[in-house]
């Protein structure tokens, strides 16, 4: 069966050139310390959160990661509405300002699933999907 009814426009937040900027010299290090500079100086940069969570995971503490991701996820969201996103439709991977949102929403995922919330990781998983395959495939 073929839908008729047309997709919504993909949502492409905007850049922030200089949570970039923090987000990448942080990289260098990839301590929490310094991430944790990047998401006290841009709290509504899903980036710093993302970056938080993915570390988060990798010292195998899931609760931890997930009130990163989840932080990074709900400012994400706030995100997108401010730029027309109105629930559903696709947010590109291929746009890089859209990748900090969708890593949170993957980490979300992956520590929902670690701490038994398997409902939850499930919807996380689907929603990444419907955003875009290739973030899912990415980050997968």
């Given at each position: 069966m073929q839908n008729l009814l047309p997709e919504p426009p993909a949502t492409r937040l905007p850049a922030d050139e200089a949570a970039d900027a923090a987000l990448a010299n942080a990289a260098k290090t990839g301590t929490d310390e310094a991430y944790k500079e990047v998401a006290a100086r841009f709290p509504a940069y899903s980036g710093g959160w993302a970056a938080l969570a993915q570390?988060?995971?990798?010292?195998?503490?899931?609760?931890?990661?997930?009130?990163y991701a989840r932080t990074g996820y709900h400012r994400g969201l706030d995100s997108l509405r401010r730029s027309g996103w109105k629930g559903h439709g696709p947010v590109p991977w291929s746009h890089g300002p859209n990748q900090?949102?969708?890593?949170?929403l993957h980490s979300l995922?992956?520590?929902?699933?670690?701490?038994g919330e398997a409902d939850e990781a499930a919807r996380c998983a689907e929603f990444l999907r419907d955003s875009d395959p290739a973030a899912a495939d990415a980050l997968s």
């Open positions: 570390n988060a995971l990798a010292d195998k503490q899931p609760v931890t990661a997930y009130a900090g949102f969708l890593r949170c995922s992956l520590a929902a699933a670690e701490i």
